[in-house]
């Protein structure tokens, strides 16, 4: 669970932890069902409707303004978006 | 902490190294893979964004037609099988460089699968390495870091980013473990990656410039004991963007490695780093859970696919490959191998190919720019393409010397000239007056001169020996201040010593 | 007066505008006035966009001042609210979430930039289950949305707030997103119509994405006609989504028109056997209201029979498998880098960028979508991806196959929309499965893609409104609006008028 709660950045409290645990059997039920009937003969379906890609001509449209990408931004310094500290690997 | 290292000789004589190369290549579209924000490198910083760039809340992905043909071309030159349906997959990781944390990438069904590249080798024989894909994917932003030394991530107070690169697309060609290197493993990674930045320069695809990241390595690297052995542990060396560094971390691992090896110890699946400034590699983060990265196909994509009619339109447009072209221009211009290769070396063979274009002889084209502008170049370490100095300059100054305009002497001087920005090669001719004397009256009074002057010479030569016609050119040249062509000289005192 | 006005049909609005009987500011001004008297004791709103509204409204009352109104859509001038999980340039957006709190988009929703240009004044944002996650929208972190019939009742969810805003008077439509059954088990819970179209159909574009393969935004309002004027324009090719339909919209308010005649003469309607209303887990009140409209639809001339689709009951576990994946990926972008909250983490705990974010998320996501994200991480993590994730959407292709045998029977398919009405606050909080046990009529939709309805088919013994949902083929929206149309008109002629006259309006002063 801490190992998932990693994975999702989450910094769950001990109670969540204990908490969530017991729900991961929402799932682990739910893949019960499914894998009743989902047998290699079945094709998996990504998108409800079968479309192939549309390829997007390589034409430029206006970009938001540097004020508009950083409006929303919790930190920012000299055009740019500021991230607390990263560790190196 | 210096590491223990095997002489390279050895370790290859006790191992048998194997390779693989995961090459980032960042391709020239207009536009990013997502979205229509124009790419443009050094641009203000989070400017080059769209909502889809920026990862806002609601935007989508679209994928940009010119980036799958792109990679298609890619495909057909690295001879890979173009894949009919590719797919789109999310990688999912956090870091503060990605806009979405995940990247959308190519999983289990990439566009370009298995191919092939032939690489030749510096004694000129080819060594096939095999490729296993070649996949479509976005790029992340930049972190500055800052309050650290030099700008580096370890020791830093906090980082700036900047998005625009978000999104530009980037092909990852992934070779299969290419094995069979032995001795040759540094040398046939460097003439791979080589081989590989010419193709997609040739392609187009790319501005492949190494040093503006445009081109970067995963260099792996593991050893077994004997070639019919199974493959050893291996190391990964991370985002390497020079040649010789690709060179250089192949062999710097593979004597790593067989020291460890020969001391009974195990080589660790890691990731490592390239240090220029150590000339090692360092370690390492090791694979951990955390590369968990919950790969599935991105709900926001459906299948891309590429027809047949597709592949053909690219075909059509498919140039020439490096390769194949070298050949073609050797046998042109009729060449030894050393001096196509000196030409390649010298980063020469475009620009003499479009002065060959515009009128001059391949030997005279080669000489300036393997001479004076190679020299040039030098002194000033710059590149050859980076020299004031067009094909058609050096074109128009080889038919001013087959017109008997210029003499060698004073080409030299025009062309300096045109290096030192005085203008095209008929403005530096012009401005300094060089052409050569074609008036036969005045030229003959000054051999006239010459010849009174030295009654001695005048009496050799007329007994045959012909040694001091060269005293007699000097003086010409001399008294005309180089403008004289020798030949016309040599030719009026002959007549004047036979009438 | 006003009340009168705001009591019509959006059709009637947008014919008194076109007709110069009411200008849209009046209209506008009107509904700002009962979303004034109402969101005290409703909280259907996140955000009430007053300013802007009259703005528009005036713009517009300009434009058809000056004639210059050809080519807008019916609908143009008539007011309406957009749930607030669609970006709207200019107005905040939050999802219902703290994480996004605060935050105002510089960009536009391709849904609202044809609202826009059809001259529909924007009224403000209603809230929602966080990030669209739940059925009743309590899991909003702004507070509930209550039910206009009962107030001890919870709306639905997750678009709660755009079904009790329509079915109150507040807006005469308003457009929800639909997941598992957001827009239409609201519109079932309200008295209200509500429609999810064909995957694809409508723009995803500037919808904040809660799963990806399930989402799609749809029209909510009080008749059928207006649904499908709405779904008209908003739907259609949108060259900013890939998974857009390259077509254009099906013509779905002729099919609304054409059912009002009530004549359904060669109509084949299937019931679903699996959640055909009579089977376990359905409330007595809901079961006899769908099987009374069932004759209704009989009377009409429609031919009914039972259709199974067997792998139906598999749809629920696909669903908990695909969507908590998607959305665990979606939501990763709320990291307190770019937009929304940033939390530090506390004293003692390294100041980096990586736990920076995990407290962040911590933080700022509620309880529900934690969860979700969790189980989503879980389902998609080292080895489980083939075995789960493919599994899951194996079953999505067997769905997709059963509703396409059905419809090689029968034109549209039917089911009551949700197994029960409107529940107690608090009554499934405790216990998310039952809360996700209410979607199992709805959940199937939006696995397979095709569009479905929900129309109010009458009360149960407690006074609250019961839906009954079509569905139809994929890209073949029109296929359930004339059945659906034909059934609310029917049923409005025994009932005397639109149901929402059996619901007590204490907020509208007389």
């Known amino acids: ?89 | 902490m210096a590491e223990k290292l095997m002489k390279f000789s050895e370790a290859v004589k006790k191992y048998d190294p194997v390779i693989g190369l995961e090459t980032h290549v960042e391709l020239c579209t207009n536009t990013k893979l997502f979205c229509p924000a124009h790419v443009e490198f050094g641009a203000e910083p989070n400017t080059q964004l769209t909502p889809v760039s920026l990862g806002l809340p609601g935007s989508l992905p679209v994928i940009n037609a010119t980036a799958v043909d792109f990679a298609i071309k890619l495909g057909l030159a690295l001879h890979c099988k173009i894949n009919e349906w590719s797919q789109f997959a999310r990688k999912n990781y956090f870091y503060p460089d990605m806009p979405r944390n995940y990247q959308i990438s190519q999983y289990d069904k990439p566009t370009n699968g298995e191919g092939y590249l032939d690489v030749e080798l510096d004694d000129g024989s080819i060594f096939r390495v095999p490729i296993e894909r070649a996949h479509i994917e976005d790029d992340a932003g930049k972190n500055t870091h800052v309050g650290g030394a030099d700008g580096r991530i370890e020791g830093a107070d906090h980082s700036l980013c900047d998005y625009n690169r978000a999104g530009v697309p980037l092909i990852e060609i992934v070779t299969k473990p290419i094995t069979g290197v032995g001795e040759r493993a540094s040398e046939i990674a460097g003439a791979y990656m080589r081989t590989l930045r010419d193709i997609v320069k040739a392609l187009g695809i790319s501005h492949a410039r190494m040093e503006q990241g445009n081109m970067r390595a995963d260099v792996n690297v593991s050893l077994r004991p004997s070639p019919d052995a199974p493959l050893g542990t291996r190391s990964e060396t991370k985002n390497v963007n020079t040649f010789r560094g690709i060179e250089k971390t192949v062999t710097y691992e593979i004597r790593r490695q067989a020291a460890i090896l020969d001391d009974g110890g195990e080589i660790l699946q890691e990731t490592r780093h390239w240090d220029e400034a150590t000339q090692t590699t360092a370690g390492g983060r090791l694979k951990t859970d955390a590369d968990d990265y919950r790969y599935f196909p991105d709900p926001d994509l459906v299948m891309l696919h590429i027809t047949p009619e597709h592949i053909e339109r690219i075909k059509a447009q498919m140039p020439e490959m490096p390769r194949e072209r070298r050949n073609r221009l050797q046998s042109e211009w009729g060449i030894s191998d050393d001096a196509m290769r000196d030409i390649v070396n010298a980063g020469a063979l475009d620009l003499i190919e479009d002065t060959v274009k515009a009128g001059a002889t391949a030997q005279g084209a080669r000489k300036w720019w393997l001479g004076e502008i190679a020299r040039a170049a030098n002194e000033q370490e710059k590149s050859l393409d980076d020299m004031p100095i067009s094909p058609s300059d050096v074109a128009e100054v080889e038919k001013l010397i087959a017109d008997g305009k210029l003499n060698d002497k004073l080409a030299k001087k025009t062309v300096l000239g045109v290096l030192a920005g005085e203008g095209t090669p008929s403005e530096v001719v012009k401005k300094h007056g060089y052409e050569v004397v074609q008036d036969t009256g005045a030229l003959e009074a000054e051999v006239d001169k010459a010849l009174a002057a030295n009654p001695d010479i005048v009496e050799k030569l007329k007994s045959g020996n012909m040694k001091p016609m060269g005293a007699i050119i000097g003086q010409v040249m001399k008294a005309t201040r180089g403008q004289a062509d020798a030949k016309a000289v040599s030719a009026l005192v002959m007549a004047k010593i036979k009438g | 007066m006003s009340n009168e006005l705001v009591k019509l049909t959006a059709a009637q609005m947008a014919e008194k505008i076109r007709n110069k009987e009411v200008s849209s500011r009046e209209l506008t001004q009107a509904e700002l006035d009962v979303i004034e008297a109402a969101e005290p004791t409703m909280h259907a709103f996140l955000h009430v966009a007053a300013d802007e509204a009259l703005a528009q409204a005036d713009a517009f009352d300009k434009k058809l001042a000056a004639g210059d109104t050809e080519g807008l859509p019916e609908l143009a001038g008539v007011p309406i609210a957009i749930k607030d999980m669609i970006v709207t340039k200019g107005i905040p957006t939050t999802a219902a979430s703290k994480i996004l709190e605060g935050w105002v988009p510089p960009y536009d929703a391709t849904v609202i930039e044809k609202i826009k240009a059809a001259g529909m004044p924007i009224l403000g944002k209603t809230n929602l289950d966080e990030f669209a996650q739940g059925s009743s929208t309590e899991h909003s972190a702004f507070g509930n949305t209550y039910n206009p019939w009962n107030k001890d009742c919870v709306p639905g969810g997750s678009g709660g707030g755009s079904a009790a805003a329509v079915s109150s008077y507040e807006a005469p439509l308003a457009l929800g997103t639909d997941t598992g059954g957001s827009i239409r088990q609201p519109a079932s819970f309200t008295g209200s119509v509500g429609v999810k179209p064909t995957y694809g159909g409508v723009s995803r574009y500037g919808a904040i994405a809660m799963a990806s393969s399930l989402d799609q935004i749809g029209p909510c309002a009080r008749t059928v006609l207006d649904a499908a004027l709405l779904h008209e324009v908003i739907g259609g090719n949108d060259r900013r989504d890939s998974t857009s339909i390259p077509a254009p919209v099906p013509p779905v308010a002729a099919a609304a028109r054409e059912g009002l005649k009530r004549d359904l003469k060669g109509v084949r309607i299937g019931l679903i056997k699996e959640i055909g209303g009579t089977g376990e887990g359905f409330q007595p009140g809901v079961a006899k209201r769908f099987n009374e409209a069932v004759e209704q639809l009989k009377s009409m001339g429609a031919e009914v029979t039972e259709v199974s689709l067997p792998h139906l009951s598999y749809s629920l576990g696909a669903y908990y498998i695909i969507m908590p994946s998607e959305v665990s990926s979606n939501l990763a972008r709320y990291d307190g880098m770019r937009y929304g909250l940033r939390v530090m983490p506390p004293t003692g705990v390294p100041q980096t960028a990586a736990n920076m974010m995990a407290y962040t998320r911590e933080a700022g996501f509620g309880d529900e979508v934690k969860r979700r994200i969790i189980l989503g991480t879980y389902a998609l993590s080292a080895g489980y991806y083939d075995a789960w994730y493919g599994s899951a959407q194996k079953v999505r292709t067997l769905v997709i196959e059963d509703f396409a045998k059905a419809f090689e029977q029968v034109d549209v398919l039917a089911s009551p929309t949700a197994p029960t009405t409107a529940f107690k606050f608090g009554e499934k909080t405790s216990d998310p499965l039952a809360m996700y046990l209410g979607d199992v009529t709805t959940i199937p939709a939006n696995l397979a893609g095709v569009p479905a309805i929900s129309v109010p088919c009458g009360v149960d013994d407690s006074n609250m409104p019961v839906g009954f949902q079509f569905f139809a083929p994929q890209q073949h929206d029109e296929a359930m609006y004339k059945p659906a149309a034909a059934l609310e008109a029917a049923l409005e002629d025994t009932w005397g008028g639109n149901i929402l006259t059996k619901m007590a309006t204490p907020w509208l002063a007389d």
Do not use: C, W
């Open chain 1, 1 to 89: 669970m801490e190992h998932l709660a990693d994975l999702a950045r989450i910094a769950l409290s001990d109670e969540e932890i204990t908490r969530m645990q017991g729900e991961l059997n929402v799932i682990a039920d739910a893949i019960d069902e499914v894998q009743k009937v989902a047998t290699d003969d079945v094709k998996p379906t990504a998108n409800p409707v079968p479309l192939e890609a549309y390829l997007r001509p390589d034409v430029a449209e206006t970009p938001l303004t540097q004020e508009e990408a950083l409006s929303g931004g919790p930190v920012t310094d000299q055009g740019m978006f500021v991230a607390p500290q990263i560790l190196g690997e």
